[in-house]
């Protein structure tokens, strides 16, 4: 009976066959990550060879002669069976070899190293406006249940899902660009500053700042500022209802009463016991919501000619550039696969129960 209740350790306190270690737990998220990776490059690579566009009309135009045709289908390796040409691609990939994008006749990991700077400035401030005030905003609407502060926030949140991005973007432009002139017009930055700015992290924002480059900064903030709040709205109406939901499940539990009765004020049991109970789960909340502003940036960054990830991923879409788009589609995949391992760990560090 002694021996029962013993834990099942060996001697030297390494634990029993059978039980989960930290090298077999590693391995089995390495394999879950390359099995969703390596599947998603196939759905994108098949489907896009599905798709009706012709990569080398894309190149050569409608005009271009039958033998033209042949021999760049040749060069491309599209005159292999499809399995070959996926076959190769795989191992290019795992070279990190993503080929050459037909629409600018660079590689395509060069390209993305070009554009992705812009939409990672883009999606942060928006992640950050959304953040800073759906975050309260959230905390407040459950705190203060069926109120006019609650109503508003649920409104806010309703037209936040429904009203399109490429809408609020044209509004915006003609409202606080053309009449006010509040805000700078489409693109990074005015023409006239462009060469003016020493890239370091391509961060528009960061190099002039740390440059003391505040004339500029201001010119950059001022171009910034309003597609980001408009992705911003977009994860602030996210971020605030999934708030409200999480808290309003801790404060029905029995241990808000128990505070109340010891005495806390109201605010301080939403915030201080309340909100740390959700924190975890916001946290998560808000890294999806930033791997959406890091993906969906598309139509925004069309409405202001944002040279960013979206914008070239669109462009490479309707030229047919399938290595440009099956490049892109996994990078947005590594993207939500390491911020989905990000809040894991996260969730296994200040969540003892989780581990």
């Not at 600018?104 to 990991?109: E, F, M, N, Q, S």
């Not at 903030?221 to 109406?237: C, D, M, R, T, V």
């Not at 969906?296 to 069309?302: D, F």
Request: contains cysteine.
């Amino acid at each position: 009976m002694a021996e029962a209740a013993v834990p099942a350790r060996r001697a030297g306190g390494v634990a029993a066959p059978g039980l989960p270690s930290w090298s077999g737990a590693a391995l089995r998220v390495v394999v879950s990550i390359g099995v969703t990776l390596f599947g998603l490059m196939a759905l994108t690579f098949f489907i896009g060879r599905m798709l009706p566009l012709d990569p080398v009309t894309a190149i050569l135009g409608d005009n271009a002669s039958q033998d033209a045709i042949e021999a760049m289908r040749a060069q491309l390796g599209l005159d292999q069976p499809i399995w070959i040409q996926f076959g190769r691609y795989v191992g290019d990939v795992l070279r990190l070899d993503l080929g050459m994008a037909l629409t600018t006749g660079r590689p395509v990991l060069d390209d993305i190293a070009r554009v992705f700077p812009a939409t990672i400035e883009l999606a942060t401030v928006g992640i950050l406006i959304g953040t800073g005030l759906g975050i309260p905003l959230g905390v407040m609407a459950a705190a203060y249940r069926d109120t006019p502060l609650d109503y508003f926030v649920r409104v806010f949140g309703l037209l936040g899902y429904s009203m399109p991005n490429f809408w609020l973007g044209l509004m915006g432009l003609v409202l606080f660009y053309a009449t006010l002139g509040w805000v700078g017009g489409p693109g990074r930055i005015d023409t006239g500053f462009q060469w003016d700015v020493e890239p370091v992290t391509d961060l528009l924002l960061l190099d002039t700042a740390m440059a003391g480059q505040w004339e500029i900064f201001r010119n950059v903030f001022s171009h910034i500022i309003l597609p980001a709040s408009i992705l911003g709205f977009g994860a602030l109406a996210y971020i605030s209802r999934m708030t409200r939901s999480f808290m309003l499940e801790q404060l029905s539990q029995e241990y808000v009463v128990a505070a109340r009765v010891k005495g806390l004020s109201w605010m301080r049991t939403v915030w201080v016991h309340a909100f740390r109970n959700v924190a975890v789960q916001v946290v998560t909340v808000v890294a999806l919501a930033y791997a959406f502003l890091l993906e969906g940036a598309v139509l925004t960054e069309t409405v202001f000619a944002w040279p960013g990830f979206g914008r070239y991923l669109t462009n490479a879409l309707l030229a047919g550039d399938m290595n440009a788009v099956v490049g892109c589609t996994l990078l947005i995949g590594i993207i939500f696969v390491a911020l989905n391992l990000l809040t894991d760990l996260l969730y296994r560090i200040f969540d003892p129960r989780t581990r």
